[in-house]
């Protein structure tokens, strides 16, 4: 046993008669806290069995302590105490046990209905109506934005917490409420082919429809809507923001953006008025029903291929490899997106040179040489803590194998090397020069290489904005809302 007062820790001998007055001190506190709490309870039940003149329902639920919701002796719904009833029986007289009730009631209904009022009022103001779902019989819903295909009973909500069936109709929770908002340069997407060294205005929400174990959100990717700080932010005033603080781009980032696809959506449409790009960071687990209506909005999007094996994604991910490999084909097939994917290699789970050969294979095969391939560090996280930091070496040994297979524009990152330049395929010169997220030299002439002349594929300069909005009330009334925030 690791910590605490575990037998084991005590039998090495280390700290023999000191840790046996410490087992002492605590197991006495122990016991006088247990005591202090028995009386409590034993104070609380005497003072129902001598009917406890008039004390009001609710605090008697308190004091008891002892919830059963299916047994509340007033049958005031919602009320958690039940259990007292037994002591009810055994020492109360029927005129107080009628006057408790009388008064519970009294007290209780106007607050409980006030509160359904107001819950009223926040889902008018709250809600906003799915897309990609389907009614059911018994009142259920189909979701089928991503291949989980949750069926969501009335009154819960998907696997990834923020489309949640009300009255029978699927709502969407996530939109317009943000939980995270931050400023990045947009090599950290990693996007290292598209608008480099400007910022972007990144967003995201609380959830995520895969169940990753090493995430390094998880404070939100593993939140309900209700567990996380969110700002209202209705989609038209993304953009004011994002050119508030000089951002050329948006990216949908943090959890996975597809969940609150028409949030994405709207704030696409509301951005293109501007000239503004828009980025998603993303697992690629959606379905094809869902797959144009969102990425037909979007300008580039780098897609976390997590590993190259089922197991691992059955495993540590909670969902499956196929559907991913199937959107980075949509995308690259089907699509104008400009395409950037990541690998994070964690020790032992998915940094075999085998793996790692046959993921470039598949990307050279599937995407064609020029669809730039991250490999990143992992660090302890969330569930998985127990594997080490991923070694240095093992990140340069996958950029050979990927070099070696044919991809030309291979990348190290979360750790700092020479591996984040970009390098021409054709004559071996450093074009683009990078120290973690920055850009230290882009060379880049007419989009291609000064030394050789050949082209490098990527979107290298931002398209200027229709029209410069700074003077427009809108934005003046936008950039006083959300100068709170911070940015
Ligand atoms: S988006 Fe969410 S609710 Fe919809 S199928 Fe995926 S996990 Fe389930």
């Not at 991910?317 to 089907?334: I, N, Y």
Request: proline share 6%; net charge neutral.
């Amino acid at each position: 046993m690791a910590k605490g007062f575990g037998v084991g820790q005590w039998q090495s001998g280390e700290r023999g008669e000191e840790a046996e007055a410490e087992i002492l001190r605590r197991s006495s506190s122990d016991r006088l806290r247990m005591t202090a709490e028995k009386k409590r309870q034993d104070s609380s039940l005497a003072a129902l069995a001598r009917n406890d003149r008039g004390k009001p329902h609710a605090s008697l639920a308190r004091d008891v302590g002892q919830h059963r919701r299916d047994a509340c002796a007033t049958g005031t719904k919602g009320c958690t105490l039940g259990a007292e009833g037994e002591v009810w029986r055994q020492g109360a007289s029927r005129w107080a046990k009628r006057r408790i009730i009388a008064e519970g009631r009294a007290r209780i209904e106007p607050a409980v209905s006030a509160m359904q009022d107001l819950h009223i009022v926040q889902r008018a103001e709250e809600l906003h109506e799915a897309r990609w779902w389907e009614p059911e019989p018994g009142g259920k819903a189909h979701c089928y934005l991503c291949p989980r295909h949750c069926h969501i009973g009335e009154g819960q909500s998907g696997f990834c917490f923020i489309r949640a069936n009300r009255g029978g109709k699927l709502y969407s929770l996530g939109y317009a409420s943000p939980a995270a908002i931050q400023i990045d340069p947009i090599e950290k997407k990693p996007l290292n082919h598209f608008l480099p060294g400007t910022k972007i205005l990144s967003l995201g929400t609380a959830g995520c429809n895969m169940g990753c174990f090493f995430c390094q959100n998880w404070d939100i990717s593993k939140s309900k809507h209700d567990q996380v700080h969110s700002t209202h932010l209705p989609a038209e005033e993304v953009p004011l923001l994002a050119m508030q603080h000089g951002c050329p781009s948006l990216a949908f980032t943090y959890n996975e953006p597809t969940i609150w696809g028409e949030y994405v959506i709207d704030i696409c449409a509301a951005a293109r008025e501007y000239g503004l790009k828009t980025v998603m960071v993303t697992n690629g687990y959606v379905t094809y029903e869902a797959f144009h209506d969102i990425y037909d909005h979007i300008d580039a999007a780098n897609v976390d291929l997590k590993a190259f094996t089922e197991s691992f994604y059955g495993k540590i991910t909670l969902t499956h490899l196929q559907p991913v490999l199937d959107t980075l084909v949509w995308l690259k097939q089907e699509t104008n997106v400009w395409v950037e994917i990541t690998n994070l290699l964690i020790p032992t789970l998915n940094d075999d040179p085998k793996q790692i050969r046959e993921l470039s294979e598949w990307v050279l095969k599937h995407l064609g040489p020029e669809v730039p391939l991250h490999f990143t560090a992992f660090h302890p996280d969330f569930k998985l803590r127990d594997k080490p930091n991923t070694p240095p070496e093992t990140l340069h040994m996958a950029r050979e194998i990927a070099r070696e297979v044919g991809l030309h524009y291979v990348y190290e990152g979360n750790i700092w090397s020479d591996g984040g330049n970009t390098l021409c395929p054709s004559c071996g010169q450093t074009v683009i020069r990078r120290s973690w997220h920055k850009v230290l030299e882009n060379r880049l002439k007419h989009e291609a290489c000064p030394n050789c002349g050949h082209q490098i594929p990527g979107h290298w300069s931002d398209s200027p904005s229709a029209g410069s909005p700074r003077d427009s009330a809108k934005f003046q009334a936008a950039t006083r809302k959300h100068e709170a925030l911070n940015l």
